[in-house]
Structure formats: C-alpha cells, structure tokens
C-alpha cells in the first residue's frame, strides 16, 4: 500500500501532538500541508532539522520557522509538585497521550519517559504546580527527540483516542439503556387498568398526606410555643 503525501509528511513530524502549529494533531497539519493550506514551517518541536525535512521531502527551500507558533528549544517534560497537586484530574484529560497518571482526589505523577514535552497540562492547572523542566541541554529539535519517541508517541495518542472513542461509546450505552428502561416503567404504567391506576394514585396521595404531616408535625416540635405554626 502506498503512502499518501500526507502519510509521508506525518511521518517525518514528532508526533509531540503539541497544537503549537495551530492544528489539534500533527496527523491533521500533515494533512494540512498536503493541501497546501499550511506552511511546513510551523512545528517548533522540529524546529529547522524538521522544516528541512519536510521541505526535502516537498521539493521546496529550507526556511525560518515561523515564531508565531512558538520557539526551537530545549526539550522539556512535564513536572508534578506533588505537594500541592489537589487531584483534579484537569492535567490528564489535556495530556494528549496519556503520560499522566492519578486519579480524583489524589495526586498525580508524570511518567517521564512518555511525556512529549508539549506544555498543554500547564494551562488547565488550577495550583500552578506543574513546571517544565529542561532536560536535553544545548540540544533542541531532532537533536533533542528520536524516531523511535516520535513512533512511541504516535502511538501513545491513537491508543488515548481509541480509549477516549471507547468510553464515550459506554457512557452513551448506559445513558440509552437507562433511558429504555425509563421508557419501559412509563410504557408499563400505561398499560395497567383503570383499577390499577386508581390504586396507584391512592397510594401516592397516602404517602404524599403521611410527608406533609411529619412535615407539620417536625415544625409543631420545632416552633411548640407558636400557635400559627399548628394549622
């Protein structure tokens, strides 16, 4: 199977899913590029080994990046202060390939080694206990990032897509079971005789009487000096 020129151009991007190009993921700037409706010198993560790659690959001039969508740079990954994580779960719904661990209410951690270093749970952090931390030293670009993390990362964020698609599926599954079973009490509460009903409604307003006079008798109890309070 032959690749397409977006499948080429995806393939030579790092797959740090960091938005920075102003696309959601690196697969639909590829894809952008292939239309011709993007420049291929928007990837900071990139940076200018990138744009010459694409460009190579394009049969265009190796230009500047464009620094509206940020700056080459050192690589970072994400760092959590524990201390003052308050677990609430902001940081791994914006992780775009799931390099985030916790759960509600407990704190979270990094799983370095999976981090893309793309800065997008910065942002959501209500504490601010989330840094970037620097960790390839006078290397930027594809200096600072390998194939095999870029395959890696690739693969982190279809396998989030895939779960995220999957639980969204189960969510919709229960909400529609719940409503068929609401649709079925109704269906069956149509179906009973005209007897049945009026025993029913007897038995709503029995309880509906017994609610109000605890109700009046706890004000009675509350208030035993206020006459008004015994109507």
Request: net charge neutral.
């Amino acid at each position: 199977m032959s690749l397409t020129l977006a499948d080429q151009l995806e393939n030579l991007l790092p797959q740090t899913q960091c938005t920075k190009c102003g696309y959601p993921a690196c697969r639909p700037y590829a894809e952008a590029m292939a239309n011709g409706s993007a420049s291929y010198n928007q990837c900071p993560p990139g940076g200018q080994q990138g744009i010459a790659r694409l460009a190579g690959l394009l049969g265009k001039p190796v230009i500047p990046l464009n620094i509206v969508h940020g700056h080459e740079r050192v690589r970072p990954v994400a760092v959590i202060d524990e201390a003052y994580c308050i677990g609430c779960t902001l940081c791994i719904q914006a992780c775009p390939v799931d390099a985030i661990m916790g759960a509600p209410k407990q704190m979270h951690t990094i799983l370095p080694d999976l981090c893309t270093g793309c800065d997008l749970c910065v942002a959501p952090c209500p504490v601010d206990c989330i840094s970037m931390v620097d960790i390839t030293p006078g290397k930027t670009g594809w200096d600072a990032w390998s194939q095999q993390q870029a395959d890696q990362a690739r693969r982190q964020f279809h396998f989030r897509q895939e779960r995220l698609k999957r639980e969204k599926q189960e969510n919709d599954d229960r909400l529609a079971a719940k409503a068929a079973a609401k649709l079925k009490a109704v269906a069956g509460e149509q179906a009973l005789t005209p007897e049945e009903l009026q025993a029913q409604e007897r038995k709503k307003a029995i309880i509906a009487a017994a609610i109000e006079r605890a109700r009046l008798k706890k004000m009675e109890n509350d208030n035993p000096g206020n006459p008004q309070d015994k109507t």
